[in-house]
């Protein structure tokens, strides 16, 4: 085996070994977001990893809520009643009362602020920044470019060999500037001991890397490194995409 | 020291490419708090994002870099949130939750979906592997995918700006891109009527004007 799938396979092996336990713990807690609250609902899709960031957050923050499945592939995101919520019809979307936002990056800007408990923006101004500029590269720099709209895009003008090899040529550009960003400031996690924001972006993007654009993991250190730390943790996969009440399997 | 020297070094600093809009976001947020700064061009055209100076600052190799004593932050977002909290005069968030999120949103409407899109190293793929023709229309087409967005987020809460009748985060992030899409990607702005508005109102604040790339230190001469 290469030591590109081997690593992967540990992955794989580490998830499946997780999910076992925290079914065999309590059987419900893989499928619901806890509690229904009739507070927060989280529209969401389960392959989405701008939702996963969300769903992350609010696990971390111990806030129930609802999940509200929209299916994209149904096109769920264009009915009446979503284009309420939110005319860009994107989702992660969360209601919160009254007060209704959109976009991942708002959206937890939002929860930190309405609910500071388990903070996951540091106090420290230079590591709140570097959180907040992880966060940015994530969502800017890389998700972005590897979205499924852009890279049909892509496909159409340069050819469908391009597809994968743009995507992976623009997360290995973040990745490794990651790499280079974040190695004095590593701990356990991203930037020290504690699991915060950077974290919240990164997870979900490393997964995505790992196990949609076959990315050699192998050649971020750092990135590994944190990641392991990060799928260690039940809330990382209680809200993973294959956990979700929408998954199909 | 003098008085005058120990003055200019405390000032803040901004690494900063005349063009970039990204740039242009923190050169208006720093005019509206009324904060001086030495202003430190990058030339990205000639690479000098990947010197190992500019690289130990900020390894991605973008723009902007504040520096303001001991820290240094980079990306645009993160600049922003840190003169907002450290320098509170001239507040650039509203205090009400539902409109901050809403700023935040318009904020990654142009940070995520139209900015990285037209950015020049993507320019330069498209010139690259598509062709130099490719350029102009490409960044048109995703510039005004992500303006379709913005005034249907926006039409129900915009006032003299953005999101009421202050200027806040979102129209900071807003006017740069604007203007790069009308001076640089033909875009076509009738078909934004609000958008058009806002930037009719961007265009009478000196805060704004000063900050646009054609008034910057490291601007080309006409």
Sequence with gaps: MTHRRAFYFKFQQHRTQLKLELETRNPMAAKDGGDVSSKIALYSYWQSSCSWRVRFALKLKGIPYEYKAVNLGKGEQFTPEFEKLNPLHKVPVLVDGDVVVSDSYAILLYLEEKYPQRALLPADPQRKALNLQVASIVSSSIQPLHMLSILKLLEEKVGPQERLLFAQTNIEKGFLALEKLLKDFVGKYATGEEVYMADVFLAPQIAAAIERFKIDMSKFPTLSRIYESLNALPEFLATSPENQPDALH | ?222
Aim: glycine content about 4%; aromatic content about 10%; some cysteine.
């Design chain 2, 1 to 222: 020291m003098d008085m005058a020297q120990a003055h200019q070094e405390n000032k803040l600093k901004i690494y900063s490419y005349w063009r970039s809009s990204c740039s242009c976001r923190i050169r208006i947020a720093l005019n509206l708090k009324g904060l001086e700064y030495h202003y430190i061009p990058v030339n990205l055209l000639k690479g000098e994002q990947f010197s190992p100076e500019f690289q130990k600052l900020n390894p991605i190799g973008y723009v902007p870099v504040l520096v303001d004593g001991d820290m240094v932050i980079s990306d645009s977002l993160a600049i922003f949130m840190y003169l907002e909290e450290k320098y509170p005069q001239q507040p650039l968030l509203p205090s009400d939750l539902q409109t901050r999120a809403l700023n935040f949103q318009a904020a990654n409407i142009v940070c995520s979906s139209i900015q990285p899109l037209q950015n020049l190293a993507i320019l330069k793929y498209i010139e690259e592997k598509v062709s130099p023709d490719e350029k102009i229309p490409w960044a048109k087409f995703h510039i005004e995918k992500g303006f379709e967005a913005l005034e249907k987020l926006l039409k129900d809460h915009a006032g003299r700006y953005a999101t009421g009748d202050e200027v806040f985060m979102a129209d900071l992030f807003l006017a740069p891109q604007i203007h790069a899409g009308i001076k640089r990607f033909n875009v076509d702005m009738v078909k934004f009527p609000l958008l058009s508005r806002l930037n009719e109102a961007y265009n009478e604040l000196p805060q704004f004007q000063n900050a646009m790339p054609e008034k910057q230190p490291d601007a080309p001469s006409a």
